[in-house]
């Protein structure tokens, strides 16, 4: 069961998609899930290529800040960035990260979690799909939300060129995490 106030980073770089990935997150959550959201973002100096990252805090009741000094979630999708943000990590913390991109685990977590994103997106033609992937796996992984509720919030938030491609992505991603039995609860 997700508790709440769950306080998110998603980061990479860009052109990946994470600030994307946190609006959707964030969205469903608040149309879907009658929860509050509040998300803030930032570019490295270069953006495309650069550092990026969203945090998002997904609570039960309003929220009075806009930032969390520590998270309980960071969803990593390149090596530098991690080695950015994992001194916010919560101690019992749950760190996702896909493997490919993100190498050399320098600070020891109790609940990480593995998913080749980019991988998975690469084998579905579009390997800019990684997001989707990452947003498939965390719903179903740690329950964030119903797969279903991220699938109505992309199609009204990404280009119709894109919509099938993402759907396939979050339910690739859902799928990794059903096939390798990766919950977190």
């Known amino acids: 069961m997700v508790t709440y106030p769950q306080r998110i980073t998603l980061c990479g770089f860009g052109g990946q998609g994470i600030i994307l990935s946190a609006v959707i997150l964030g969205t469903a959550a608040v149309t879907k899930g009658n929860l509050y959201a ?22 039960k009741k309003a929220i009075n800040s806009p930032v969390a000094e520590k998270k309980n979630l960071l969803v990593a999708m390149f ?20 493997p490919d991109l993100v190498t050399n685990l320098t600070h020891p977590v109790a609940h990480t979690l593995e998913v080749p994103a980019t991988q998975i997106a690469v084998d579905l033609g579009n390997r800019m799909a990684a997001n ?7 719903g179903e992984a740690l329950g964030l939300t119903e797969q279903q509720d991220l699938l109505d919030v992309i199609k009204d938030n990404v280009n119709p060129r894109f919509v099938e491609l993402n759907f396939k992505a979050v339910e690739m991603g859902a799928a990794y995490a059903k096939e390798h039995n990766l919950y977190y609860k």
């Open 132 to 138: 989707m992937v990452m947003l498939g796996f965390l």
């Open 79 to 98: 090596q530098t960035a991690y080695e950015k943000y994992i001194p916010t990590l919560e101690e019992d913390g749950v760190l996702v990260i896909d």
């Open 38 to 59: 509040v998300q803030t973002q930032s570019y490295g100096s270069e953006a495309r290529g650069g550092q990026c990252q969203a945090e998002l805090i997904i609570d």
